[in-house]
C-alpha cells in the first residue's frame, strides 16, 4: 500500500531543497488501499459462495464440502510446487553466488560446504517429502482409526545415534580445518608471510605496508593525531619505512597476514572471494594468515567480467555509512607487485616530519588536553 | 499435592455462593488489574499480538528501502518526518527500523508474548490449579512488560530516534553516544526497556517455576504432563538463569555510557578524537549478551515445540511419538544451550581454540533437535489428520524448523561460519528456525486454544487462507536469502547499490518486499477473524477438538477458580488418543482406568503392580470366556 505513492510519482524531484518535503500524491495511495479494499470484498464474495455451496450440499443430504480432503490435495500441491521452486531456486540463484574460492584455506571450506550440502539436503527432501506426504495420505477419514503406537525404542535409537555420528564426522573436519585456518603463525621453513595493516574507523579502511625491512612499526591510540592518524609510534626504527597505500595489492601465491583492527567501533574485514572474514575490535588487535591464488586478471577472464575487483566489505554494522566501506583488493603477479610497492609513498609524510619534530617533546600534553576536552 | 490455601478458599467460596461469584469485581480489577491467570494470559496475548503488528509494519517499512534504493516517498516523508527525509528512509533510521524490529519480534512478540500467554493459560489449567502461585507477581510481570512495551517504543519520538546498534547492541557503537544518532537517548530508552523487560521475565518465570513444581492437582506426577508444560517449565527456567545476565551486560553498558567506566572500551578514536577509555573489552559484552542471546532462542522456540507437539498429537488423533524422547531432548536442548553461545562469536577474534569447542558443543545440540524433528513426523505416520488451522500452523512450524535448522549446521561449522558470519545467510536460517518457526508456533496455539480463552470458535476458512498466505509467503521471503548469503552479501546494509556485484540481487530484493507484504497483508484475515470472533463467534462446546488435557474439563464460562467445584484428579498420561478397544478415539486424563477396561495395556501400569495385576486377571477372564464359546 504503501507503495502508491511512488509507483504513480516515481518522478518526485529527490534534488528539491531539503526544506520543501515532496508532496504526497494522496490519489496514488489510495488507489492501493482501494484496491486491497476490492481483494477483501472478492474474499469476502469467494467465502459466501463457497458458504452457500457447502449448504446447498447439505440440503441434498450430501456431506458438505470435505474440508480435511481439500486440505490434503493442497498439501500435496504444496510439496509438488516447493519441490519445484526448491529446485529451481537452487539452480537457479544458487547459480549467483560466490565464484570458486581464490584462497588456499578457501578451497578446504568449499569442499567442505559441499558435503555439508549435500548431507543437508538429503535430510532436506527427505523429511520435508514425508511431512506433506504423511499429511496428504493420512488426511482425515471417517472409517479410519489412526495406529495407536506411543514409541517404538529401537527406531528412536537409530535416529539418535545416526545423526550423532553424522554430525561427529562434520565437527572432527570442521574441527582441524578450522584449527589449521586460523593459525597465523609463520611454519618452520616456510617463507615469512608480508604483514599488511589494515585499519577501520567509521567509514574506510586505512592500510599500512611495512617497508624495506618487513616489519610494521608499533601502534599506539594515543599517539593519534591529523597527520599520524593510525598513531604509529615513532620512537621505534621499525616504523620509519612504513609505507601508506589506497589499494590492498598482493602478490598471488604467497602468504599474506592481515593485522586487523579498529579505531572507533567493531567493524569486520569481510573478503568473500577470499574465504576470509575477522572482526576489527578497538583495543583487540586480530590476525588473519591467507595465500591468494587467483590473480585479479584470471578472474577477469574466468568471470568474463573486465571490470570485476576483490574488496573488502564492512560486515559488522558499525553506523550509517555501514552499506558503503569498501576496499579495492588487487592480487597480481610478485613481479607486478614488487613494482606497485615501489611506488607506495612512506607513512612518515613531511608533514608528520614536521609535527614530530615539534611535538616531540611534550607528547603527554596532548593526550591529557585531550581528555579534558572531554570530560567537560 | 495441590491442597494450597488459596485453594480452599476457592473451593469453599463456590460451594457457599455458586454462581453469584463475580459480586466484588469491579472493572478496573477484572480487565485492567486482574490477577486472574486467564485475563493475564489475555493481556500477554493482546499486547504481543499488537506489538507484533508493529514489528511487522517497520519490516516492511526497510524492506521497502531495500526494494526501491533510488525512488522517493513522499508519504514516507509525511508519516517519518525528519527520519525520512525527501521521501527517503535514511540511513541511520533504517538501522533503527531493523534493530526495534528484530528487538520487538524476539523480546516481546516471541518471548513475552508467547511464553507469557501460554504459561499463563496453559499451566494452571493443564495441570489442575486454581491460578499460579503467586497472581499479585503475576499481575506485576504483565505490567512491567507493558511499561517495557512504552518505553520501548517512545523512543521513536525522541529527536535522535531509537536504537540502532542492531538487536544485539554490541558496543563500542552502542556505547558512545556520538557513534551514531541512535547510540544517544534511543539506546538509553532502549537500556530501561530491557531491565523491566527482564524483571517481567523473571517475575513470570519464577511463578512458572513454582506453579508447576508445587500446585498439580492430584494424580498429576511430571511423567503425566503434557509437552506444553515441560516446554513452558523448562523455558522457564532457561529464562531465569539466563536474563540476569543480560541485566549484567546492560547495567555495565549503561555504565560506561554514562559514568565514564571502561569495561567494553579501549583504545577509541572517535572521528579524529581520542577517547579516555582503556583496558575494556568489546568481546566482554558479546559472552554476556550471547550467555543470554543463545538460550534466549530456545526460550522462543521452546513454547512453540510444545504447543506444536500438543496441537500435532491431538489432530492426528496419534499418540506424540516418544513422549520420553520429546521431554529428554527438551531437557537436553535446555542444558545444552548454556554451553553453546560462542557459535556466535567465532569471527570474533576470540581465541580459536575456544572457537573450536564451541563448535562441537553447538553441533551436538543439534541431535535432541533432530530427535524432536523425527517424533514429530512418526506422530503424523499413519494418523487420522484433522486439518483445523491449529494443526496446519504446527505443521508450518515442523516444516520451518527443519529448513531453517539444517542452515544450523553449516553456521556452526567454525570453518565455514567465516565466510556466512553477518550475511544473509544467516538471516535466512534465524527467520525460519526461530522467527517463522515460533510464529508459527504461537498462531498454532492461538487457533487451538481461542475457544478456551474467549469461550468462541474462530472462522476455520479464514484460518485456512491465512495460513496458505503465511506459510508461502515466509518461504518465499526467506528461501532466496540464503543464496544472497552464499554470494556474500552482508545483512544489515541500507542499500545494495554501492557493490557492483550485488546490484544483480536487486530484482529478488523487490521479489522479497513484495512477498512479505503480501504476507503481512495475510495478517489482516488474522486480526479480523480474531477480534470478530471474539464478539460474534460462534459459541464453543466444552472440548471441541476432542483433547484430552485437563483444560477441556473447566466449563467454557471463565469463572475464578477455574474449576466448580474440587479439581479433577489425573489418571492417565495426556495422549491416549485412538487408543485400540476404546469406545471414542480420545480418553481424557480424569478417566480412570477402572472404567476402561477393554482398552488398557500392560504398559500403562508400569510402575503399578496392583493395576497390572488386574489388568492379567480382566484378560484372563476375557480369554476363558472365549474358549468357553
Ligand atoms: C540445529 C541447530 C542450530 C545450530 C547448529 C545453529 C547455529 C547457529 C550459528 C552458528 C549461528 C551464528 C551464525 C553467525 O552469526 O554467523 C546462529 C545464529 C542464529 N541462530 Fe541458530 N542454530 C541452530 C538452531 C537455532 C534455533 C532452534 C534457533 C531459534 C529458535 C536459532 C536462532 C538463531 C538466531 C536468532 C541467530 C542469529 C543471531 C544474530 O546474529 O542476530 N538457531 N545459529
Ligand atoms: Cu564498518
Ligand atoms: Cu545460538
Redesign the interface.
Known amino acids: 500500500?504503501?507503495?502508491?505513492?511512488?509507483l504513480v510519482?516515481?518522478q518526485?524531484p529527490?534534488a528539491?531543497t531539503?526544506e520543501d518535503?515532496?508532496?504526497?500524491?494522496w490519489t496514488g495511495?489510495s488507489y492501493y488501499v482501494l484496491l486491497?479494499l476490492l481483494i477483501?470484498v472478492g474474499?469476502a464474495v469467494v467465502?459466501k459462495i463457497?458458504k452457500i455451496y457447502d449448504l446447498t450440499l447439505k440440503i441434498q443430504g450430501k456431506k458438505g464440502l470435505r474440508?480435511?480432503n481439500v486440505?490434503?490435495f493442497?498439501c500435496l500441491v504444496?510439496l509438488l510446487a516447493?519441490l519445484y521452486?526448491?529446485y529451481w531456486?537452487f539452480t537457479v540463484?544458487?547459480s549467483?553466488?560466490?565464484p570458486e574460492a581464490a584462497s588456499i584455506h578457501g578451497v578446504?571450506?568449499d569442499e567442505?560446504?559441499t558435503v555439508?550440502?549435500i548431507?543437508?539436503?538429503i535430510?532436506?527432501f527427505l523429511?520435508?517429502i514425508?511431512?506433506?506426504g504423511?499429511?496428504f495420505k493420512?488426511?482425515?477419514?471417517e472409517k479410519?482409526?489412526?495406529?495407536?503406537?506411543?514409541?517404538?525404542n529401537t527406531?528412536?535409537k537409530i535416529?539418535?545415534i545416526v545423526?550423532?555420528i553424522v554430525?561427529?564426522i562434520?565437527?572432527v573436519f570442521?574441527?582441524f580445518?578450522?584449527?589449521s585456518?586460523?593459525?597465523n603463525t609463520d611454519a618452520k621453513g616456510e617463507v615469512a608471510a608480508i604483514n599488511v595493516d589494515i585499519t577501520g574507523?567509521?567509514f574506510a579502511w586505512e592500510l599500512r605496508y611495512p617497508g624495506k625491512d618487513g616489519k610494521l612499526g608499533p601502534k599506539d591510540?594515543?599517539l593519534?593525531t591529523?597527520a599520524n592518524?593510525l598513531?604509529v609510534d615513532f620512537k621505534k626504527k621499525s616504523s620509519f619505512d612504513d609505507l601508506s597505500a589506497d589499494t590492498m595489492y598482493l602478490p598471488v601465491n604467497r602468504a599474506v597476514r592481515l593485522n586487523?583492527q579498529a579505531?572507533?567501533?567493531?567493524h569486520?574485514v569481510?573478503m568473500?572471494?577470499f574465504?576470509?572474514?575477522?572482526?576489527a575490535?578497538?583495543?583487540?588487535p586480530?590476525f588473519f594468515k591467507f595465500t591468494p591464488t587467483i590473480t585479479t586478471a584470471q578472474m577477469r577472464t574466468r568471470l568474463d567480467d573486465p571490470?570485476f575487483d576483490y574488496?573488502v566489505?564492512?560486515?559488522?554494522?558499525?553506523?550509517?555509512?555501514?552499506?558503503?566501506m569498501?576496499k579495492v583488493v588487487r592480487v597480481v603477479t610478485e613481479a607486478e607487485y614488487q613494482t606497485w610497492l615501489s611506488h607506495q609513498k612512506p607513512y612518515l609524510t613531511d608533514g608528520l616530519r614536521k609535527e614530530l619534530h615539534f611535538a616531540a617533546a611534550e607528547p603527554q600534553q596532548t593526550?591529557s588536553q585531550?581528555?579534558l576536552?572531554?570530560?567537560n | 499435592m495441590s491442597t494450597l490455601a488459596v485453594h480452599d478458599h476457592g473451593v469453599a467460596h463456590h460451594d457457599e455462593h455458586g454462581h453469584e461469584h463475580h459480586h466484588n469485581e469491579t472493572f478496573v480489577s477484572k480487565y485492567i488489574f486482574s490477577m486472574d491467570h486467564k485475563m493475564i494470559a489475555k493481556q500477554f496475548l493482546i499486547t504481543g499480538i499488537t506489538m507484533a503488528v508493529i514489528a511487522m509494519i517497520l519490516s516492511?517499512?526497510f524492506r521497502?528501502q531495500l526494494a526501491?534504493p533510488d525512488?522517493?516517498?513522499?508519504?514516507?516523508?509525511?508519516l517519518l518526518g525528519h527520519f525520512a527525509?525527501?521521501?527517503?528512509i535514511?540511513?541511520?533510521f533504517y538501522?533503527s527500523l531493523v534493530t526495534i524490529h528484530g528487538t520487538i519480534m524476539v523480546f516481546f512478540v516471541l518471548t513475552a508474548g508467547l511464553s507469557g500467554t501460554f504459561a499463563n493459560l496453559l499451566i494452571p489449567l493443564q495441570i489442575g490449579a486454581r491460578d499460579m502461585a503467586s497472581p499479585f507477581m503475576n499481575m506485576l510481570s504483565y505490567w512491567f512488560f507493558f511499561l517495557a512495551s512504552v518505553v520501548m517504543l517512545s523512543s521513536f519520538f525522541v529527536q535522535k530516534g531509537p536504537a540502532s546498534?542492531?538487536w544485539t547492541i554490541?558496543p563500542?557503537?552502542s556505547a558512545?553516544p556520538k557513534?551514531?544518532p541512535g547510540s544517544g537517548e534511543g539506546m538509553t530508552l532502549w537500556l530501561i526497556s530491557m531491565v523491566m523487560f527482564v524483571a517481567s521475565s523473571l517475575m513470570g518465570g519464577i511463578n512458572y517455576v513454582s506453579t508447576v513444581l508445587n500446585m498439580r492437582t492430584k494424580g498429576m506426577d511430571l511423567w503425566k504432563m503434557p509437552l506444553t508444560i515441560w516446554a513452558l517449565f523448562l523455558t522457564a527456567i532457561l529464562g531465569i538463569l539466563a536474563f540476569p545476565v543480560l541485566v549484567a551486560g546492560v547495567v555495565l553498558l549503561i555504565f560506561d555510557r554514562s559514568f565514564g567506566t571502561s569495561f567494553y572500551?579501549?583504545?577509541?578514536?572517535?572521528?579524529?578524537?581520542?577517547?579516555?577509555y582503556e583496558g575494556?573489552?568489546?568481546?566482554l559484552f558479546q559472552h554476556l549478551f550471547w550467555f543470554l542471546g543463545h538460550p534466549e532462542v530456545y526460550i522462543v522456540i521452546m513454547p512453540a515445540m510444545g504447543i506444536s507437539s500438543e496441537v500435532m498429537s491431538v489432530n492426528?488423533?496419534?499418540?506424540i511419538?516418544?513422549?520420553?524422547?520429546m521431554v529428554y531432548s527438551l531437557i537436553g536442548i535446555t542444558v545444552l544451550s548454556f554451553i553453546v553461545w560462542g557459535h556466535h562469536m567465532f569471527?570474533?577474534?576470540m581465541n580459536?581454540?575456544l572457537?573450536?569447542v564451541f563448535?562441537?558443543t553447538t553441533?551436538?545440540i543439534?541431535?535432541p533437535s533432530?530427535?524432536k524433528?523425527?517424533?514429530w513426523?512418526?506422530t503424523?505416520?499413519?494418523?487420522?489428520?484433522?486439518?483445523t488451522p491449529a494443526m496446519?500452523f504446527a505443521?508450518g512450524m515442523?516444516?520451518f524448523f527443519?529448513?531453517g535448522g539444517?542452515?544450523g549446521?553449516?553456521l556452526g561449522?567454525?570453518?565455514?561460519d567465516?565466510?556466512l558470519?553477518?550475511?544473509y545467510f544467516v538471516v535466512a536460517h534465524f527467520h525460519l528456525v526461530m522467527g517463522s518457526a515460533a510464529i508459527f508456533g504461537m498462531l498454532a496455539g492461538v487457533y487451538h486454544w481461542f475457544p478456551k480463552m474467549f469461550g468462541k470458535l474462530m472462522d476455520?476458512?479464514?484460518g485456512?487462507?491465512h495460513f496458505?498466505l503465511t506459510?508461502?509467503g515466509a518461504?518465499l521471503v526467506f528461501?532466496?536469502m540464503h543464496?544472497m548469503g552464499?554470494?556474500?552479501v552482508?545483512r544489515?546494509?541500507?542499500?545494495?547499490t554501492?557493490?557492483?556485484?550485488m546490484q544483480?540481487?536487486l530484482t529478488?530484493n523487490t521479489f522479497i518486499t513484495w512477498a512479505a507484504?503480501m504476507a503481512a497483508?495475510a495478517q489482516?484475515?488474522f486480526i479480523y477473524n480474531f477480534i470478530v470472533s471474539i464478539f460474534a463467534g460462534k459459541k464453543s462446546t466444552q472440548n471441541p477438538w476432542e483433547s484430552n488435557t485437563l483444560e477441556w474439563t473447566a466449563p467454557v464460562e471463565h469463572i475464578h477458580g477455574n474449576w466448580p467445584g474440587e479439581i479433577p484428579t489425573v489418571y492417565r498420561w495426556p495422549?491416549d488418543?485412538?487408543?485400540?478397544g476404546a469406545e471414542e478415539?480420545f480418553i481424557p486424563q480424569t478417566v480412570p482406568f477402572s472404567q476402561t477396561m477393554s482398552s488398557n495395556l500392560p504398559?500403562d501400569f508400569e510402575d503399578n503392580p496392583a493395576g497390572l495385576e488386574e489388568l492379567n486377571k480382566y484378560t484372563s477372564t476375557l480369554k476363558a470366556e472365549e474358549k468357553v464359546k
Open positions: 500500500m504503501l507503495m502508491g505513492t511512488n510519482n516515481a518526485t529527490a528539491g531539503t518535503a515532496p508532496q504526497v500524491d495511495v486491497f477483501c474474499v467465502g463457497l474440508w480435511n486440505m490434503g493442497i504444496f516447493g521452486g526448491a531456486s540463484q544458487g549467483m553466488t560466490l578446504k571450506i567442505m560446504f555439508t550440502t548431507l543437508t539436503m535430510v532436506f523429511t520435508q514425508l511431512l506433506f504423511f499429511l493420512y488426511r482425515h477419514s479410519r482409526r489412526a495406529h495407536f503406537l506411543p514409541h517404538n527406531i528412536e535416529w539418535t545423526p550423532a554430525l561427529t562434520l565437527v570442521g574441527f580445518t578450522w584449527q585456518i586460523m593459525d574507523h567509521q591510540f594515543k593519534t591529523a592518524k598513531g586487523i579505531q572507533d567501533v567493531i569486520s569481510y568473500p572471494h574465504r576470509v572474514q575477522l572482526n575490535v578497538p583495543g583487540l586480530t571490470k574488496l566489505y564492512c560486515n559488522k554494522i558499525c553506523g550509517g555509512g555501514h552499506y558503503n569498501q593526550v585531550n581528555r576536552a572531554l570530560n | 516492511i517499512l521497502i526501491y525512488k522517493t516517498f513522499p508519504l514516507l516523508t509525511t527525509p525527501n521521501g527517503r535514511s540511513t541511520e538501522l546498534g542492531g554490541y563500542p557503537l558512545l557513534a551514531m572500551l579501549s583504545d577509541i578514536v572517535l572521528n579524529g578524537v581520542q577517547q579516555p575494556g573489552s568489546p568481546i492426528s488423533r496419534k499418540p511419538f516418544g513422549y520420553h524422547a569471527v570474533t577474534g580459536p581454540f572457537g573450536g563448535m562441537i553441533l551436538i543439534a541431535v533432530a530427535v524433528t523425527f517424533n513426523l512418526a503424523l505416520w499413519r494418523g487420522n489428520i484433522r486439518f496446519l505443521i515442523v516444516s527443519i529448513s539444517l542452515t549446521i553449516f561449522n567454525a570453518a565455514l567465516i565466510n558470519h553477518d550475511t476455520e476458512k479464514l485456512y487462507l496458505w506459510f508461502i518461504y528461501f532466496p543464496f552464499l554470494d556474500g552482508p544489515r546494509y541500507y542499500a545494495f554501492e557493490f557492483a556485484s544483480k540481487w529478488i507484504i497483508l489482516v484475515a495422549y488418543y485412538s487408543k485400540p478415539d504398559h
